[in-house]
Antibody, heavy 119, light 112 residues
Framework: EVQLVESGGGLVNPGGSLRLSCTVSGLTFSDAWMSWVRQAPGKGLEWVGRVKRKTDGGTTNYAAPVKGRFTISRDDSENTLYLQMNSLRTEDTAVYYC??????????WGQGTLVTVSS | QSALTQPASVSGSPGQSITISCTGTSSDVGGYNYVSWYQQYPGKAPKLMIYEVSNRPSGVSNRFSGSKSGNTASLTISGLQAEDEADYYCNSYSSTNALERVFGGGTKVTVL
């Protein structure tokens, strides 16, 4: 059974930092393109960013609202995906989902972790 | 990135069929057969219902079907059931942004 389990969410002040983790099991993590998708309260889904597998260059891409502030990384030895979020803003408040992509769609989703940016 | 356009809400009675549209451009929906659809219940993670326009993952009811015409993709739910009441999001490959992906704004399906 494929499982994606996020952790690290919580309350943070504007301008602060937070690191989210996503531990993956039930699939070959090193072969996976992995993404983060977020959903602000009462709003729709929004892509945050992606990291390709190392054999495809391991490159990262980000959505415009987070580029330069967020960094996605992966540890294939630990089957773990990370999202480092810096210079957080109130508009970054959302549930953050870890997602496993397969040929341009999301095949598996984590349960999500809530990040609240507020003073 | 610009969102794909979905109706905010669609409703139907049990047993009826409903269709949710997802309109984009030739740079996303119209140009590629990489449209997917997701079902989301309140407080839950999304679930893949359709991928590559019309393919159903294992375990998804055959009451759900997908199609595309020009720049508009559609999700049809036939034999509507109470359990189908949820939010539905479309997603497409896009050649106009670095992430190469774009979501629709979401559609609330209500079973009357």
């Amino acid at each position: 059974e494929v499982q994606l389990v996020e952790s690290g969410g919580g309350l943070v002040n504007p301008g602060g930092s937070l690191r989210l983790s996503c531990t993956v099991s039930g699939l070959t993590f090193s072969d996976a393109w992995m993404s983060w998708v977020r959903q602000a309260p009462g709003k729709g889904l929004e892509w945050v960013g992606r990291v390709k597998r190392k054999t495809d260059g391991g490159t990262t891409n980000y959505a415009a609202p987070v580029k330069g502030r967020f960094t996605i990384s992966r540890d294939d030895s630990e089957n773990t995906l990370y999202l480092q979020m810096n210079s957080l803003r109130t508009e970054d408040t959302a549930v953050y989902y870890c997602a496993k992509e397969l040929r341009f769609h999301v095949a598996y989703w984590g349960q999500g972790t809530l990040v609240t940016v507020s003073s | 990135q610009s969102a794909l356009t979905q109706p905010a809400s669609v409703s139907g009675s049990p047993g009826q069929s409903i269709t949710i549209s997802c309109t984009g451009t030739s740079s996303d929906v119209g140009g590629y057969n990489y449209v997917s659809w997701y079902q989301q219940y309140p407080g839950k993670a999304p679930k893949l219902m359709i991928y590559e326009v019309s393919n159903r993952p294992s375990g998804v009811s055959n009451r759900f079907s997908g199609s595309k015409s020009g720049n508009t993709a559609s999700l049809t739910i036939s034999g509507l059931q109470a359990e189908d009441e949820a939010d539905y999001y479309c997603n497409s490959y896009s050649s106009t942004n670095a992430l190469e992906r774009v979501f629709g704004g979401g559609t609330k399906v209500t079973v009357l």
